[in-house]
């Protein structure tokens, strides 16, 4: 019997009554199981396998099947802040779906279950007055940063803080980034060319390397998705990625 903390990634209806649930364990990595009467207002399970809940789950692996029974499931952290606020929710959408997708299969995952958790628990604070009009500060460069540290763990390195050309320490902002390497070029190494990246894009990298809140996260994430989509060649596959960014342009015009 193998007990532990888990993250539901994604469910789907199996029946009238049911669930296929994905989850990312702690200790054993993504895990699918089949929830029947998972559905019904007196289900044990009610809640604690909503997507992103952070839960304590129990179940006996059979490893002659894709699917597993839970046992039992109870609710750590249901992240209720999160959900109510649609520019967050979305960003983990795109994080649960990412990892769901294309993390390493039928290993344990511990790297990136402990980088979810912290970024969910950061875009579940609370989101104060302003969250009709702006994502607070505190959450801007959380999806950044996890897109910065996943590509990190499944090996594509990122060195925001030299030349590419030069291999000079870069002061202030890059003068260009190249998202299908991963190049960060200096102002001195740019010359007189035009950078391909936006102003936006390499300030955002700028306030990621030093820690400060990002003006317009959506420049960098949208870099990063794109350095990640050419080592791994997801983003037509990632189904979220269309509700996120629907999501920006109401924010933008809410702005």
């Known amino acids: 019997m193998i007990k532990t903390r888990a993250i539901v990634l994604h469910r789907f209806p199996y029946s009238d009554s049911s669930w296929i649930v994905k989850a990312l364990a702690e200790e054993t990595g993504t895990v699918s199981f089949i929830v029947k009467g998972g559905k019904r207002k007196d289900s044990p399970f009610r809640g604690a396998l909503d997507p992103l ?3 304590e789950i129990v179940y006996r692996e059979n490893p002659n099947t894709e699917l597993q029974f839970l046992k039992e499931a109870s609710v750590i952290n249901w992240h209720a802040h999160l959900r109510e606020d649609l520019l967050a929710l979305a960003k983990a959408q795109v994080m649960a779906e990412i990892v769901l997708r294309y993390a390493p299969a039928g290993v ?3 790297g990136e279950f402990a980088l979810l958790e912290e970024a969910l628990a950061a875009l579940d604070e609370p989101a104060g007055d302003n969250s009709e009009v702006k994502q607070p500060a505190n ?3 959380v999806f950044a940063r996890w897109l910065l540290d996943i ?4 090996g594509y390195h ?5 030349c590419s050309r030069c291999d000079h320490q870069i002061e202030g902002a890059p ?3 190249h998202p299908e390497t991963g190049a960060f070029v200096c102002k001195s190494c740019l010359g007189v060319e035009t950078p391909r990246a936006r102003p936006e894009t390499l300030a955002g990298f700028e306030a990621l390397r030093t820690g400060r809140a990002i003006a317009h996260p959506e420049f960098v994430e949208n870099a990063l998705l794109a350095y990640l989509r050419s080592h791994i060649g997801f983003m037509r596959e990632i189904n979220s990625l269309k509700f996120l960014n629907e999501t920006r342009k109401l924010y933008d015009r809410s702005r």
């Open 53 to 55: 809940a952070l839960c």
């Open 108 to 110: 344990p995952l511990e």
């Open 139 to 141: 959450k801007s460069g």
């Open 151 to 154: 590509c990190e763990l499944w």
């Open 158 to 162: 990122l060195d925001m803080s030299s």
């Open 175 to 177: 003068a260009d980034f």
